[in-house]
């Protein structure tokens, strides 16, 4: 398999582009250009007639642009690589790109050096997808209801989905939802990994009693070149559940050396290699909370039963508009509900207009310990009260994603 050649497909709408792209990969031995179109939709027909590996695509074109593209092959066919090249390097474009499925985004004009790596890493991409796709047809399971394209080692058929789990206001019990969510959903057939994006004080690996000499510091410098032993050398993995982390930098002043664009282009690696990618956040909305909240299928948003956490939640909200986030994303959790007090889930729905679909009730005799001895309550305490709330949260979670995929897949057929 390693000597054959990586196929790829050309589509842009300038001529001499696609031209000019092609004589710099014929001198490549291990690369092969199977075809070049002239514009989205054509490159959509082209990648089904002639099954490329890699597909480099033009983010501006003048029928359907090289976003809408991606998203239409990588549905279609998601074995399928596509690297994105733009004029514009912008970072919205990148997360547009990401979010559409694409592999790597490059600048136009890209280096001669820099394009050949992007193509020779999407190529091993490709080629790990299409065996995954081979062993799920030949299994005798393949056909199974539970079965999940996710499952087992390796990367599946589908891109995992990015679970952010997010409070505006600190103090709301943001970590312990997110490193228990994980482990609810966690199991042989939807494996999980857990990203600390709290750079600078992240607690995720203590949470789980871990601590390593790798951090998400030591994969930043090669975002545009990860690859699955790099990426699984640095991942920790507890002993207990078999659950991946990746935990913040050991040191504060790492964080600065981390970009929002590195740290995307580690969450789409991540998601292709996970069924679920559960992100934890800090409260503050730097450009790194922004990309994990963006990226994400679904927003876990944490508020509480007081006033400035519930005021902080209603801003966050009314700001979704501004981000370009569909609040049918959100799902919205009220942590440590006490039935004393008068502030109830229904009201705070009400008044914010955003129903609250999950609440994890007070229950500090089991939080407060599990977080000292770092072993999070869903893996010794799952009895609990606070645990059947976590539970509840995981199947709202996974409801929510069923929701959001019907919608994508419904909505060609209403046009």
Excluded: W
């Amino acid at each position: 398999m390693a000597s054959e050649k990586v196929r790829v497909l050309i589509v842009d709408d300038v001529a001499e582009t696609r031209e000019n792209v092609r004589k710099l990969l014929q001198f490549e031995s291990d690369v092969e250009v199977v075809g070049a179109a002239r514009n989205g939709k054509e490159g959509i027909q082209f990648s089904q007639d002639f099954d490329p590996d890699v597909v480099l695509m033009d983010i501006n074109m003048p029928d359907m642009d090289g976003i809408a593209a991606t998203e239409a092959i990588r549905h279609k066919m998601p074995h399928v690589q596509v690297v994105i090249l733009s004029v514009q390097g912008d970072q919205n474009y990148m997360r547009r790109a990401m979010l559409a499925g694409a592999r790597d985004f490059l600048t136009k004009p890209p280096m001669g050096d820099e394009l050949i790596s992007a193509i020779r890493r999407a190529g091993e991409m490709a080629r790990i997808e299409r065996a995954k796709t081979a062993s799920f047809r030949a299994s005798p399971s393949a056909t199974s209801p539970g079965m999940t394209p996710m499952a087992g080692m390796g990367i599946g058929l589908a891109r995992g989905k990015i679970v952010t789990v997010y409070s505006p206001k600190g103090g709301t019990g943001c970590t312990t939802i997110a490193v228990n969510l994980a482990l609810a959903l966690h199991n042989d057939d939807t494996r999980v990994v857990i990203v600390d994006s709290n750079l600078q004080y992240g607690d995720v690996a203590i949470f789980f009693n871990e601590q390593g000499k790798n951090t998400i510091a030591n994969l930043a410098p090669h975002a545009d070149e990860l690859d699955l032993e790099m990426v699984e050398g640095v991942l920790l993995k507890h002993s207990g559940t078999g659950i991946s982390i990746l935990a913040a930098p050991a040191r504060p002043e790492q964080a600065e050396k981390i970009a929002a664009d590195q740290f995307l282009k580690i969450l789409e690696f991540l998601r292709q290699m996970y069924a679920y990618v559960v992100v934890d956040t800090s409260a503050y909305l730097s450009d790194i909370t922004i990309s994990a909240i963006d990226s994400s299928d679904v927003i876990v948003l944490i508020t509480t039963q007081d006033i400035p956490a519930i005021k902080s939640a209603r801003l966050f909200l009314d700001l979704l508009h501004t981000l370009g986030i569909n609040r049918g994303r959100i799902v919205f959790t009220m942590n440590r509900f006490d039935k004393r007090i008068a502030i109830t889930p229904e009201r705070v729905g009400e008044n914010l207009k955003q129903e609250v679909a999950a609440v994890l009730p007070l229950d500090e005799r089991a939080v407060i310990p599990a977080v000292n001895r770092g072993v999070p309550f869903m893996i010794d305490n799952k009895t609990q009260p606070v645990a059947r709330g976590i539970f509840n949260l995981a199947e709202s979670v996974r409801a929510r994603i069923t929701v959001l995929e019907s919608e994508v897949i419904d909505r060609p057929a209403k046009r």
